[in-house]
């Protein structure tokens, strides 16, 4: 399977602990986006890279978000100092440079902060 | 700033059924729009999508035509299966940023047998 993926798929955390989530693109696609959705909502954006630079963040990327892509390949967001409005699915996304409407998301990360 | 409303869920319908899922944006700009599909228990796909105004998508026997005159994008399916039973999200790409993608807060659909 050549798909985004995301790993882990669940994640159960205390609040205040801090956890981080990695997301492979798709290996051709250069641009990979980071969205969150919590539950009876649709995606919402966070921020997205191209490479390993990172273009945009949205305002819901508080200080304690932080997302990273070194090598231009894959990529980490996370969270500290968790707390219980971060608890949602966090999606990934990817696509090609020249085509950036056509995003292939991944399966996603549960989080659910206790 | 931009933005998405559709029709609230959950709908439910009987199998062969006529489907029309509402959507409307709003948008200082010229966006493109899509329909995304969540099956459960997978990731979010693009079903459809429109570049323009006039321009129909289409995929898998759903369809939705871009109307700039009512800022709409209407998902339409002539008869449903229970394999569409998903979660249907509305979309645009932003005006402002055209690789973030805004949606609309999803439309449960469940088909009846």
């Known amino acids: 399977d050549t798909g985004v993926s995301q790993n882990p798929r669940h994640k159960i955390t205390k609040r205040g602990q801090n956890v981080t989530f990695r997301c492979d693109p798709i290996s051709e696609h250069n641009r990979l986006y980071w969205y969150r959705q919590t539950l009876g909502q649709g995606p919402e954006f966070l921020t997205y890279f191209q490479n390993e630079a990172q273009l945009e963040k949205s305002r819901l990327l508080s200080d304690r978000f932080s997302a990273e892509r070194p090598k231009g390949s894959f990529s980490t967001l996370e969270i500290q100092r968790t707390e219980q409005g971060d608890s949602a699915m966090y999606l990934c996304a990817s696509s090609f440079e020249g085509a950036v409407n056509e995003q292939y998301f991944g399966p996603g990360t549960r989080l659910t902060v206790t | ?113």
């Not at chain 2, 439910?12 to 709003?26: G, M, P, R, V």
């Not at chain 2, 570049?51 to 009512?70: I, L, W």
């Not at chain 2, 993608?101 to 659909?109: A, D, E, H, M």
């Open chain 2, 1 to 113: 700033g931009d933005s998405v409303t559709q029709m609230e869920g959950p709908v439910t319908l009987s199998e062969e059924a006529f489907l029309t899922i509402n959507c409307t944006y709003t948008a200082t700009g010229y966006p493109s729009l899509f329909w995304y599909v969540q099956y459960p228990g997978e990731g979010l796909q693009l079903l459809l999508k429109a570049t323009k105004a006039d321009d129909k998508g289409s995929n898998k026997g759903f369809e939705a035509t871009y109307r700039k005159e009512t800022t709409s994008f209407h998902l339409e399916k002539g008869s449903v299966q229970v394999s569409d039973s998903a979660v249907y999200f509305c979309a645009l790409s932003g005006t402002s940023s055209a690789s973030k993608i805004i949606f609309g807060s999803g439309t449960r659909l469940s088909i009846r047998p």
